[in-house]
């Protein structure tokens, strides 16, 4: 199941922050691992020893208002387990951050936490998007993006439409077992009916293993053919 809980904070002293500006996406990501810790061992010690393995949800980069006072995120959960720890998470949030280094506070404002999707009903509203004649597909990369494409272990640092939809696939495929999208041609099918019509790109580095890789920030549009 698909869930998405998004949060709203209240930034105290938000000239304070400098540079962490940048980085609050990480930060985010370091106190929502705590409050897992926090609130189930258990599930922490399985995403802690899973590796390089695709993680069960997925953090969106924070976006700012106008005047850099309120800050949102946004946590989506992708599978069963994860969806049930939201429902719990959100009744158990922490209503203040001290960012210590920063000397900041973040306080909870508000959040929201939906309903849920099924597989099956989310694969129901991409036929939909289909059968309305969808003509193009946009897509925002907003934390570096890069491909391990090569057997060798080489990552390629570009957007490629066959390794973006094989991407999607081979995710869909680990979270949704129930729902496989395991045909051996739906990928060069996919591939027939797509091409890039936009792209605004510039290349940023990302962390993997602990290795410093170059990856690429920036937006998308696939045209339909």
């Not at 809980?5 to 105290?12: D, F, T």
């Not at 993680?55 to 949102?72: A, G, Y």
């Not at 000397?103 to 959040?111: A, E, F, Q, V, Y």
Request: with cysteine; net charge positive.
């Amino acid at each position: 199941m698909l869930r998405k809980l998004r949060l709203i904070y209240k930034v105290e002293n938000p000239k304070q922050l400098g540079n962490m500006k940048q980085s609050l996406g990480s930060v985010f990501n370091s106190l929502f691992m705590s409050d897992i810790f926090r609130l189930n061992p258990d599930l922490f010690d399985d995403l802690h020893n899973q590796g390089n393995k695709l993680k069960p949800f997925k953090l969106t980069m924070p976006q700012w208002d106008q005047d850099n006072s309120l800050v949102s995120w946004q946590i989506i959960s992708l599978n069963n387990r994860m969806s049930d720890f939201l429902d719990h998470y959100a009744k158990s949030l922490n209503s203040k951050y001290e960012i210590e280094q920063e000397k900041c506070n973040l306080i909870l404002s508000n959040s929201s936490l939906d309903e849920g999707l099924e597989y099956s009903e989310f694969m129901g509203q991409i036929y939909k998007h289909l059968e309305s004649k969808l003509q193009s597909i946009q897509l925002e990369f907003k934390s570096p993006i890069t491909f391990n494409w090569a057997a060798n272990g080489n990552y390629y640092p570009l957007p490629d439409p066959r390794l973006i939809l094989l991407s999607a696939i081979n995710k869909w495929n680990s979270f949704s077992p129930k729902l496989s999208l395991k045909d051996d041609q739906l990928l060069e099918e996919l591939l027939k009916t797509v091409l890039f019509s936009h792209v605004s790109i510039h290349s940023k580095y990302c962390k993997i293993g602990g290795a410093r890789i170059l990856g690429f920030i920036g937006s998308l549009e696939l045209k339909v053919k």
